[in-house]
């Protein structure tokens, strides 16, 4: 039975708490899935596509593949950790769409970083300096840095081995301390 009654305490609640109330049909433990992630989901698909309008269109898209998951969902890891890979296919399949119908052959780089020019030298620079790293370090330094994922996280998110995470962040690391533009950040 489907109930839409409010729950008061699903603020409180686990991700898992409100799973297994989702799956017992509660609407409300869904929409607090939804409102606890969409922020979330929303920067995120922002980062692959660089376009507003395609991030929002990744987080209905996302919600909606949550959703059908419903009901029998189980939660294996925690929630960003599910919904990261989602995302991330989501937001590229989308981003090559829709470049594909604006652009035809001429499609501007799937990597380009548009960087605010009124913001201060230094994100400048951090920004262009990441931009510079591969896809592949990129996602690795932004899921532990800007998101707080755990690099066991992050693998169970990138579905790659720890080993290569390490080395991947290791690698993002070493070429940011290097770069004349990023070197100060890390002589502390």
Known sequence: MVTSQPDQHASRLSDAQLIDAANAGNVEAFAKLYTRYQHWVTDLAYRFTHDSDLALDVLQDTFEYVLS?????????????????????????????????CYGENLPPSHALAIDPEAEESRAQLAAVMDSLPTHQYEILILRYADGLSLTQIATAMRIP???????????????????????????
């Open 69 to 101: 998951k419903f009901p029998g969902f189980v939660l294996e890891a925690n929630m960003k950790t599910f919904l990261y890979p989602v995302v991330r296919h989501i937001a590229i399949s989308s981003q090559s769409k829709a470049r594909r119908l």
């Open 162 to 188: 720890l080993g290569t995470v390490k080395s991947r962040l290791h690698t993002a690391l070493t070429a940011m301390r290097e770069n004349e533009l990023t070197k100060k950040y890390f002589d502390l």
